[in-house]
């Protein structure tokens, strides 16, 4: 069973920075493309960025383009989410999620693609 476990949420300051990590435990984690997806409240959850399993492929939504940056170490079981620039609009729970991949480097941007998900990190950015 694939467990993930998000850390590094928090309370910022617009134009200010967090590092978001997602540590996974139960599979062969290089095995896995990777996913961070965001939900504000009364929204519905959004993708905000993806990474393939070789850590070659990495799309992230039109939103984040320039500010955030998602990277991974399968040698720590672990994906980040580098977040500059934090405007009020990316305050959201920020969910973490992972999909078996037999491709090297296919990255998958929708929430049905995803079989894995954490519990999510609250990020709050104050204006």
């Known amino acids: 069973h694939v467990h993930l476990l998000e850390s590094g949420g928090g309370v910022v300051q617009a134009g200010g920075s967090l590092r978001l990590s997602c540590a996974a435990s139960?599979?062969?984690?290089?095995?896995?493309?990777m996913g961070w997806f965001r939900q504000a409240p009364g929204k519905e959850r959004a993708f905000v960025a993806a990474?393939?399993?070789?850590?070659?492929?990495?799309p992230s939504a039109d939103s984040v383009k320039g500010r955030f940056t998602i990277s991974r170490d399968n040698a720590k079981n672990t994906v980040w989410l580098q977040m500059n620039n934090l405007k009020p609009e990316d305050t959201a729970l920020y969910y973490c999620?992972?999909?078996?991949?037999?491709?090297?480097?296919?990255?998958?941007?929708?929430?049905?693609?995803?079989?894995?998900w954490g519990q999510g990190t609250q990020v709050t950015v104050s204006s």
């Open positions: 999620a992972a999909k078996f991949s037999p491709f090297d480097r296919r990255s998958y941007s929708l929430p049905a693609e995803y079989y894995y």
């Open positions: 139960g599979c062969t984690f290089s095995n896995y493309a």
């Open positions: 990474i393939s399993r070789s850590g070659s492929g990495t």
